[in-house]
T-cell receptor, first 114, second 112 residues
């Protein structure tokens, strides 16, 4: 299994530009999670999907952030417009719903907004 | 709601020293407990987990953790650390929803 695949690994963009982060979960996993990691706030859960449906997006910081999961094998996290304070590492993780063994994380996307 | 507190933000040790990282959680029901490790520039990987049974859990790379229900704690230990253990360590707890809440992490630096 290739694991959770995220792209790109690094993204540098200018303030105001649209940024799209991508995630392919492990095949067969039906829960998908987006996290943001910063020095100041640690690891924050932004949103999670179950069977492609967003269940809880209370962690999404503001309307500039949106996430979609059009099918079981693909999800995007979009920031429009981006701001310097959005600079962070964004992780995607997947699991089987109700599987208490924990998540499998992707390698993350390091976003820098200048 | 569940929450996790990791007491040590930064720990610096010499090789062969013993390690103990503190983790306390808050949750009223049955919990599942995890320790994840994040090596520099990499993603989080599961180190060990506790669901039930023996409260002393052994994980990979010589790590172990002890669940003490009365203290709401799940401390991580290793008797002798190596330089390669330099990483960030995250404690996490999940309850009925099985969605973990993560602590802020502890940065461990091991000097050779």
């Amino acid at each position: 299994d290739a694991g959770v695949i995220q792209s790109p690994r690094h993204e540098v963009t200018e303030m105001g530009q649209e940024v799209t982060l991508r995630c392919k979960p492990i095949s067969g996993h039906n829960s998908l999670f987006w996290y943001r990691q910063t020095m100041m706030r640690g690891l924050e859960l932004l949103i999670y999907f179950n069977n492609n449906v967003p269940i809880d997006d209370s962690g999404m910081p503001e309307d500039r952030f949106s996430a979609k999961m059009p099918n079981a094998s693909f999800s995007t996290l979009k920031i429009q417009p981006s701001e310097p304070r959005d600079s962070a590492v964004y992780f995607c993780a997947s699991s089987l719903t109700g599987d208490r063994r924990g998540y499998t994380f992707g390698s993350g996307t390091r976003l820098t907004v200048v | 709601a569940q929450s996790v507190s990791q007491h040590n933000h930064h720990v610096i040790l010499s090789e062969a020293a013993s390690l103990e990282l503190g983790c306390n959680y808050s949750y009223g029901g049955t919990v599942n407990l995890f320790w994840y490790v994040q090596y520099p520039g990499q993603h989080l990987q599961l180190l060990l987990k506790y669901f039930s049974g023996d409260p002393l859990v052994k994980g990979i790379k010589g790590f172990e953790a002890e669940f003490i229900k009365s203290k709401f704690s799940f401390n991580l230990r290793k008797p002798s650390v190596q330089w390669s253990d330099t990483a960030e360590y995250f404690c996490a707890v999940s309850g009925g929803s099985y969605i973990p809440t993560f602590g802020r992490g502890t940065s461990l630096i091991v000097h050779p």
